[in-house]
């Protein structure tokens, strides 16, 4: 039987040995070598105390991880190599960006296998980020979302603003001051929602930032994006399709205040409104208000100038319409005053007249009443007098024998009633007295006179005759018929 177990021992390796086996290899192979490694930068760790910078580099098939290890910039290269991609770039080195790094490959028995980073070249980086640039724009563009949020309709007074930010970041101060100091003036309404605006997370946190908001999109008017106080570092994300997607297709607009003088990035060319800073993106909203303010008190202003413009000519035109009044009632009270003068004239005139004629008339017929005899006068007034009294002694006395013979007439057909009978004959006997006690023509023989102006009976004759036919207890028709026939 062979031992295997000592055989293995005896051909073994420690760790050790293996390790500084290999990094002699790679001591002879690259040590005196550099290489220019193209590989994206997932994280940078600055040590703040040794000013040493430690990277996490990788290699990417599309969104597959294929190759992965630690990078180190050493201090004394760190501060150059900043500066050169800045100069060039205009931003530092960051997470998420794709480098071209001048390496030496080292290897170390315990820290393992590092590439020590001692040159960059900021080209590479920036025709990277060109690229992943113009690729978003393109796909968004194909897509046919990259003009889609600018097409939103933004409220005339925004004052309803869901702000992505952070709360203790230097960009979010500046644009809550600028938006206090006209708060109560404009009533902005402001919510926050906290999200990581640089680095790594960013992309993440935006966009679940931004779904917050859209369960609760009927609460908000507008979205503002707001970073700032940290130069022009991290803006590589704002570049990558998944964010600005979620940008160009938010159902309401997008303001961007992401604080930076560079070219734009994708996210803000899709948003409603891209502001340089976040004091630019508080003044956009404030400009919507101070228009209208402006507005209001423009049409105010017009509106006092031309109620007083109307007021001035009402009353220009009511004392004009005053005066016109005043001269047209002079002039018609002199017409009028004229008319009664002539009127009065023509009245004096014609009255004058009229009593002459009068005069005239009265004095004709004085002169043919002093021309006719007292004596015929008098003639003619007995003449027409007895004529009347004749005709009325003849119809009393009608009515008398026909009231006599009907009491006659009454006794005959009453068997009892002869004692009635001439009760009534005695009755009547004495009225017959009366009547010619009060005969006219008596009455005119006691020196009495009887004057009328018609063939009538005079008023008192008629008096008279009523007395004695109710003291008789005549009936109703034959007063009435004696009254017809006077």
């Known amino acids: 039987m062979i031992d295997t ?16 086996s290999v990094q002699s290899v790679v001591k002879k192979n690259y040590d005196s070598k550099k290489f220019w490694v193209k590989c994206e930068l997932v994280k940078l760790n600055l040590h703040q105390s040794s000013g040493h910078c430690y990277l996490e580099l990788a290699d990417r098939n599309e969104s597959t991880m294929v190759a992965q290890c630690k990078g180190i910039i050493w201090a004394d290269s760190y ?31 315990i ?29 968004l563009k194909s897509e046919k979302v990259f ?54 997370n960013a992309i993440t946190t935006i966009v679940r930032a931004l779904q917050k908001i859209a369960s609760r999109i009927d609460d908000f008017d507008v979205v503002t994006i707001i ?67 402006i507005l209001i008190n423009q049409l105010s202003e017009k509106l006092i100038n031309s109620v007083s413009q109307s007021l001035n000519d009402t009353k220009e035109y009511f004392f004009d319409t005053i005066n016109d009044f005043q001269a047209l009632c002079i002039s018609v009270m002199e017409k009028s005053h004229a008319l009664v003068n002539n009127t ?43 004529i009347s009294v004749k005709q009325l002694h003849r119809n009393v006395t009608s009515l008398i024998q026909l009231e006599k013979g009907m009491l006659v007439e009454k006794g005959r057909s009453m068997k009892t009633g002869g004692h009635q009978f001439k009760n009534q004959n005695q009755t009547l ?11 006219p023509i008596n ?16 008023p008192l004759s008629l008096k008279l005759i009523l007395v004695i036919l109710l003291r008789r207890q005549w009936r109703k028709v034959n007063l009435q018929e004696l009254l017809m026939k006077y």
Request: net charge positive; charged share 20%.
């Open 5 to 20: 177990t000592s055989s293995a021992i005896q051909k073994s390796f420690s760790l050790l040995e293996v390790m500084n």
């Open 79 to 109: 501060q150059v190599i900043q500066q050169k991609f800045r100069s060039t770039i205009n931003s530092e080195l960051a997470s998420g960006m794709k480098v071209l790094f001048q390496c030496n490959v080292t290897f170390h028995p």
């Open 111 to 139: 820290h393992g296998f590092s590439l020590y980073v001692t040159d960059v070249e900021p080209a590479f980086t920036l025709g990277e980020m060109a690229k992943m640039k113009n690729d978003s724009i393109l796909k």
């Open 147 to 200: 003009d889609l949020n600018k097409q939103k309709k933004l409220p005339l007074l925004p004052k309803r603003i869901a702000v992505i930010s952070v709360e203790t970041s230097r960009g979010y101060q500046d644009f809550i001051i600028t938006i206090n100091n006209y708060h109560k003036k404009f009533a902005l309404e402001l919510s926050l929602f906290e999200a990581t605006l640089q680095g790594d």
């Open 227 to 293: 970073r700032g106080g940290a130069g022009d570092t991290g803006l590589a994300c704002y570049d990558e399709y998944a964010l600005a997607k979620e940008v160009a297709c938010f159902p309401i607009p997008i303001v961007t205040g992401i604080g930076h003088a560079t070219n734009e990035t994708v996210t803000e060319m899709v948003a409603f409104k891209n502001c340089i800073t976040p004091t630019a993106a508080a003044d956009f909203f404030l400009e919507k208000f101070y228009a209208q303010d």
């Open 344 to 386: 009065t004239e023509l009245l004096v005139k014609f009255s004058r007249r009229a009593l002459v004629d009068e005069k005239l008339y009265l004095q004709n017929n004085i002169n043919v009443i002093k021309n006719i005899p007292g004596r015929q006068l008098i003639s003619q007034q007995r003449n027409l007098v007895e």
């Open 429 to 439: 006997s004495l009225l017959e007295s009366k009547i010619n006690l009060l005969d």
């Open 443 to 458: 009455t005119l023989a006691r020196g009495y006179s009887i004057t009328r102006k018609t063939e009538k009976l005079s």
